[in-house]
């Protein structure tokens, strides 16, 4: 049996040029850098997810609301500004690899500004993101880095490049102006929506540029199924947060019983319905379809987040720590659920536009369940026991694809690699 020696410069990490990834690279897989940077996100998740669970056991819907919404959207887009260019642009040299600890430091400062921001929300006083800013500061000073590196050492993209600088440090000093003066929450609201509108509006403009930049396919579909996991790490922290508020009001009983199955099927069910997405296939056959689908991801996975705390308002519900009834704390774990089911479903539809009656009703059933726990919840059910049968939504969907989805979308797949073909 013989070895293929291991070069040393496959072993350091000195400089290299920034001249971009092929994006046809055959086994493309996330990088151990990759996965550490997710972890600070990890964080970042759950602290937006516990101040919405208590926002929302309060009563305090429209904090509970506009807080996760600006929370979730601040963090979604700092992984999405990272994981888009790293894809495209990572040598992983020391450079790149230092400039990634400091993206980090960002992302941990913005989560410790979650908890001031949704106070400022529910207080009514003026919008106070200025520590999110701050973070937002960090990592932005080091994506213009990166993206001038490579406007510099890849002149051929680079129109591109500057495009993502110009429109990153617009809307850096718009964050900035905004904690510099003392606007309402919502004047805040309104502004913090027209930076958004440059947010998303830069890599559009970027990418339809000279081909734009050479992300990786398969890379990114992979990358946001590990995005996905880590929302996912939130339905399992719900799901405990209910487990122990059973075991410590009644001990282990039955209810424990249903609450554990519950959680962790509600949490299982959502991630074999997120895996069922095509993604990588369609966008290596159909880069176009990159904005809507990456964009997209982030109602998925900010709904993914929300069924998490929906878990815990539950907990604080057995525990009769919450301030609402059992229909509204059902419906703390069923809207975001059933948002993230109809995203899917949409994002499905995107990926494979292929008209299929069984879809229909496979949204009819799985919308029938999420009203049968509603009206149990309304009729007095027990909260364990409306959990179960939330957790069956999923569940039918799941069956369904296993059943026949999988034959539509493997035909609908052969059918567009024909058409693309000629």
Not at 11 to 28: F, N, Q, V, Y
Not at 121 to 130: A, C, F, K
Not at 229 to 244: P, Q, R
Not at 366 to 392: E, F, K, N, R, W
Request: with cysteine; charged share 10%.
């Amino acid at each position: 049996m013989t070895t293929t020696p291991v070069s040393s410069e496959s072993l350091h990490h000195h400089i290299k040029r920034m001249s971009g990834r092929d994006p046809h690279e055959a086994h493309r897989v996330a990088t151990p850098l990759e996965l550490l940077f997710d972890l600070t996100f990890a964080t970042a998740f759950g602290l937006a997810s516990s101040q919405l669970a208590h926002s929302l056991a309060e009563g305090h819907y429209t904090a509970a609301l506009l807080g996760f919404g600006f929370a979730s959207f601040a963090i979604c887009w700092a992984w999405i500004n990272f994981s888009w260019f790293s894809s495209a642009y990572d040598t992983d040299d020391w450079i790149f690899r230092l400039v990634t600890m400091v993206q980090m430091i960002g992302v941990l400062v913005l989560a410790i500004g979650l908890p001031r921001m949704f106070t400022s929300i529910e207080n009514g006083e003026h919008l106070d993101n200025s520590i999110m800013v701050l973070g937002y500061v960090i990592m932005r000073v080091a994506m213009i880095f990166q993206w001038l590196r490579a406007a510099r050492q890849d002149p051929s993209r680079r129109e591109i490049c500057l495009t993502y600088v110009t429109a990153i440090s617009i809307a850096q000093v718009g964050w900035v102006v905004q904690i510099l003066f003392d606007f309402s929450v919502l004047t805040s609201l309104v502004l913090g929506a027209i930076l958004l509108v440059i947010e998303l509006a830069g890599p559009v403009i970027a990418e339809r540029r000279n081909g734009g930049t050479p992300w990786h396919a398969h890379h990114m579909a992979e990358r946001y199924s590990l995005f996905a996991i880590i929302a996912l790490g939130e339905s399992v922290v719900g799901t405990l947060a209910t487990l122990s508020a059973v075991v410590e009001e009644q001990g282990w009983n039955l209810d424990a019983v249903l609450v554990g199955v519950a959680g962790t099927g509600l949490t299982f069910g959502m991630w074999w319905v997120y895996y069922m997405l095509p993604s990588a296939p369609v966008l290596h056959a159909h880069r176009e379809r990159a904005f809507v689908w990456g964009y997209g991801q982030m109602l998925v996975v900010a709904a993914i987040v929300a069924t998490g705390a929906g878990l815990h308002v539950a907990a604080y519900f057995i525990e009769h720590k919450a301030h609402i009834g059992p229909l509204a704390t059902l419906l703390s774990a069923a809207v975001p659920l059933a948002i993230f089911l109809g995203a899917i479903y949409a994002l499905y539809y995107y990926l494979v536009p292929r008209f299929d009656l069984f879809h229909i009703w496979l949204l009819a059933g799985t919308a029938a369940v999420v009203a049968l726990a509603i009206v149990a919840a309304l009729a007095g059910v027990d909260m364990a026991v409306c959990l179960i049968i939330l957790t069956m939504a999923p569940a039918f969907t799941v069956v369904g694809y296993e059943i026949h989805g999988h034959r539509h979308q493997a035909e609908s797949l052969a059918l567009d690699a024909r058409q693309t073909l000629h």
